[in-house]
């Protein structure tokens, strides 16, 4: 081959790699996902890649040939003065944090890098290029909220390694502890507790390195006065995202305050405690002694009593009584609340329940002109079983309810019945009633509907509270209907079953 044509041929070969490789420099301009733009020297745009479409929404065509401006805010215009005169100074500026404006008017963060083009040491323009941070932005944003919140929490936040080195320190635990981040950054946690809780912190470290977390730890902890202060602590570990344990996270509570307010409740249980004690000894045990007397009196024991002298009499029992009645209540009201009471399982005889209840209700009656009639249950009746104890207690609140809030010459009608698979106890009453919107109320500890209070003034409130945790105790159920005025029917259900 003659050395013309040959040379010839190698600058051939030569134009056509550098075409090849302009071409490809090309391609990656125009499909990166980054704005790449150039201007002149006064900001009027020369080249507008894909990735600049993308981001801005503008075509080649519409950008090439206008003022790169119109990508700014109207409040950032100064800044375009600035960084045009920076780039001209031929500084390079790089991975600069601004905003700019879509064509829809949306606002994008963008971080931009630009620098002077050059070509045979002539300065012909410039080189930007702009990429879309909106997501990162959102995700500093998020966390400098999050920052803010464990800043300003009354709360001690801290983080410990699993050596147990403190690695942040918020506000509260500054506030809590006493010492600044700078002061216990760095540090073990240990100098927060008395030596008996280091064992503990030591064992929860353990935990967390198992992906454990300790919830709701209360114990002491030492302040850099040498004071102690009652926290709960709360201690979860920090996982990587392949799930490993690099770190804790311990929130510490300072509870001083609740600590103190549940001493203080515990001082008023025990004096509660004391109060009932003598309630129930000394107050209870002389009532039925006077209970005892005043029942030999009217049976006619110490001789014939005058009709006047028997009321009188009467009246004074029924007075004893419910002084008893209520005492008793009030003592079991509070052991249900404490979770106290005991349930016995045995068969009940239901009828003989019901029956001496009424008798009893009957000299009350007697004295109040109420007529008062029972319906008992059929003899065959299957049994149930139960505390026959208690069940004469809620039977004892519906039929003395009856009876109290029934007035002079009213009417009592006390029925037993089957119904399916439950014995139904209903007391009828033609009463005062409930006032409609105090019904949801009825079966609240310590309510009294208000015309009851008038009728009742110096009555507690337990009675329904007590029936209603008694029945619900032998998978039974209450409830009534009534109407202000017209009376009521109060009932209940129990089941029937075999003793276990």
Sequence with gaps: MPAKEASRRHIGMKHKNEEQKSYQFELIVENSI???????????VTSWNGGAVKMFGYSAKEAIGKSISFLFPPEMRDEL????????????????????????????????????IKEDDKVIGISCIERDITERKKAEESMRQIQL?????????????????ITSWNGGAAKMFGYSAKEVIGKSSLILFDAEKKKDLQMFIGKIKQRESVLNYDGAALRKNGSIVEVSLSISPILTKDNSVISASVVVRDITTRKKTERHIEELNEIRSKFIEIISHQLGTPLTAVNWNLETLLNGDFGKLKETQRKF??????????????????????????????????????????????NEALRK????????????????????????????????????????????????????RLKGDFIRFEATDSGIGIPQSEQKMIFT??????????????????????????IEQHQGKIGFKSKEGKGSTFWFEIPIKSAK
Excluded: W
Excluded at 445 to 470: E, H
């Design 149 to 165: 919140i464990v800043d300003s929490s009354q709360d001690g936040i801290f983080g410990v390694s699993l050596d147990g080195i």
């Design 34 to 44: 980054d704005a790449i733009i150039s201007e002149t020297l006064d900001g009027i």
């Design 445 to 470: 500890r310590f309510f009294r509907a208000s015309n009851a209070s008038v009728m009742q003034p110096d009555a507690f409130g337990l009675g329904l509270y007590l029936a209603k945790n008694i």
């Design 365 to 416: 009656c007697e004295l109040k002109n109420i007529f008062c009639k029972y319906i008992p249950l059929a003899v065959n009746s299957a049994p149930i079983y139960g505390d026959g104890e208690k069940i004469r207690v809620a039977v004892d609140v519906l039929v003395g309810n009856a009876v109290a809030y029934t007035k002079n010459d009213g009417k009592v009608v006390i029925t037993l």
């Design 81 to 116: 003065s600035a960084m045009m005169n920076k780039i001209k100074a031929g500084k390079v500026i790089v991975d600069h944090d601004s905003v700019r404006v879509h064509k829809n008017g949306k606002r994008i963060n963008i971080a931009f890098s630009s620098s002077l």
């Design 313 to 358: 009499l009467q009246a004074t029992h029924y007075a004893s009584v419910e002084i008893a009645h209520r005492i008793h209540n009030l003592l079991t009201a509070m052991d249900v609340e404490e979770g106290r009471v005991r349930y016995k399982t045995e068969e009940v005889d239901i009828n003989n329940i019901c029956s001496g209840v009424i």
